[in-house]
């Protein structure tokens, strides 16, 4: 099966841009991921996602998952459980290890789903 691949538009534009200030995820009081290099994606009438360099993400909490999505506009998402005291947090993270050309930017890159963790912008 061949998926569509489409290109932002006027109808559907997706701008990413850097986030100049610091960015940090926290869990249940752990610290997840702190950075000041976050990617701020804005896509169409979605809420703007802040995407982490890996470098500044505490890989150790995470957990690779077997499940995937996709986006016309982005490709194939891989999710990340995050580990907590008390269990886990499942495919609370993505990333686009290898996006569409459209958005090169997020390659490697992770986001959090905002009603799993706690992203605060200082």
């Known amino acids: 099966m061949t998926r569509p691949v489409l290109k932002p538009n006027a109808l559907h534009p997706i701008d990413i841009a850097p986030n ?4 940090t995820v926290t869990v249940d009081g752990r610290t997840i ?13 979605y809420r ?9 993400v505490d890989m150790s909490a995470l957990e690779p998952t077997t499940s995937h ?19 886990e947090l499942h495919d609370a993270v993505w990333s686009y290890e290898h996006p569409h ?9 992770l986001a959090f789903y905002p009603d799993r963790v706690q992203i605060t912008e200082h």
């Open 33 to 45: 991921a702190d950075t000041t290099r976050a990617l701020v994606l804005k896509e169409a009438s």
């Open 69 to 87: 999505s996709y986006c016309p506009f982005k490709g194939q998402a891989s999710y990340y459980s995050v580990r907590t005291d008390d269990g």
């Open 20 to 23: 100049p200030r610091r960015v």
């Open 101 to 109: 050309d459209a958005v090169p930017q997020i390659a490697g890159y």
């Open 48 to 56: 703007a996602v802040q995407y982490f360099p890996r470098e500044d």
